[in-house]
């Protein structure tokens, strides 16, 4: 069976990580225009280096929680193979012992040269005026895909998702283009889709199936039954 499961911000939150758009989110603390966009970028560098340092140093002190960890078995070792498309830029489902993860949104753990687009890890604290280690320019910004830009490796998805049999979206408020069109193009193609959130979302009809409840002990239980065959 191929699997693709498309994670985003609410499987972390219970490491502690702020999804952006439930109460108390990121969105109501920040203005998204500021410091995810490249307009804000251009306007005050440092402010959204600020604001993604401190993604950095929350993301670094998080922990996979139970969900990670129960998606990281689905590695074709026991069971069935998952490719993990994620929207997250925090890097659990890697410490939890995923491998081959898509950050489609990119990763606060690495920077990206405004100049010459060379990629590497970011240290702990990054600034715009931190030379590229390739070209010696910069600005500096986090390889992070801000909103208005094209998300990567997009073509490789959508290859993912033409083959699926079973399409699963965790954790995500499906609000955010191209990933919450997801659904579509995996149920046209012939594959299961499920939701598992922890209510359903505004895109909640466009699945078969949906899961409701934390991410922490929904994932599990489901991860249990696509081994045993249950699912
Ligand atoms: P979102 O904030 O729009 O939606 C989060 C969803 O998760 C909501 O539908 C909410 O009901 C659900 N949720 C909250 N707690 C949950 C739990 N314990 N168990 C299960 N579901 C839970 O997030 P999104 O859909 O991922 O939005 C996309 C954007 O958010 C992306 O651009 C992504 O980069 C960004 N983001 C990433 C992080 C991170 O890397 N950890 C954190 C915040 C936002």
């Given at each position: 069976m191929r699997i693709v499961i498309l994670t985003g911000a609410g499987i972390s939150a219970e490491s502690g990580l702020g999804t952006f758009r439930d109460k108390g989110g990121l969105w109501s603390q920040y203005d998204l225009a500021e410091v995810a966009t490249p307009e804000g970028f251009a306007r005050n560098p440092h402010q959204v280096?600020?604001?993604?340092?401190a993604r950095r140093e929350n993301?670094?002190?998080?922990?996979?929680?139970?969900?990670h960890v129960a998606l990281a078995r689905l590695n074709g070792t026991d069971?069935?193979?998952?490719?993990?498309?994620?929207?997250?830029?925090?890097?659990?489902?890697?410490?939890?012992?995923?491998?081959?993860?898509?950050?489609?949104?990119g990763e606060v753990a690495r920077s990206l040269c405004g100049?010459?687009?060379?990629?590497?890890?970011?240290?702990?604290?990054?600034?715009?005026?931190?030379p590229c280690p390739e070209c010696g320019n910069?600005?500096?910004?986090?390889?992070?895909v801000w909103f208005g830009e094209?998300?990567?490796?997009?073509?490789?998805i959508e290859r993912l998702?033409?083959?699926?049999?079973?399409?699963?979206?965790?954790?995500?408020?499906?609000?955010?283009?191209?990933?919450?069109?997801?659904?579509?193009?995996?149920?046209?193609?012939?594959?299961?889709?499920?939701?598992?959130?922890?209510?359903?979302?505004?895109?909640?009809s466009r699945f078969q199936d949906v899961i409701v409840g934390r991410a922490t002990e929904t994932v599990p239980v489901w991860v249990d039954g696509l081994i045993s065959g249950e699912s």
């Open positions: 280096h600020d604001f993604y340092n993301a670094a002190r998080a922990k996979p929680n139970a969900a069971g069935p193979e998952a490719a993990i498309v994620t929207q997250n830029i925090d890097d659990l489902h890697e410490r939890a012992g995923s491998r081959g993860v898509i950050h489609m949104h100049a010459c687009g060379s990629r590497w890890d970011a240290a702990p604290e990054t600034h715009p005026d931190d910069c600005p500096t910004r986090p390889d992070v094209y998300p990567y490796r997009l073509d490789e998702l033409r083959n699926a049999d079973l399409f699963a979206a965790i954790g995500t408020s499906g609000e955010v283009y191209p990933a919450a069109g997801f659904v579509e193009t995996a149920h046209a193609n012939g594959s299961r889709t499920v939701e598992i959130n922890l209510e359903p979302s505004q895109g909640a």
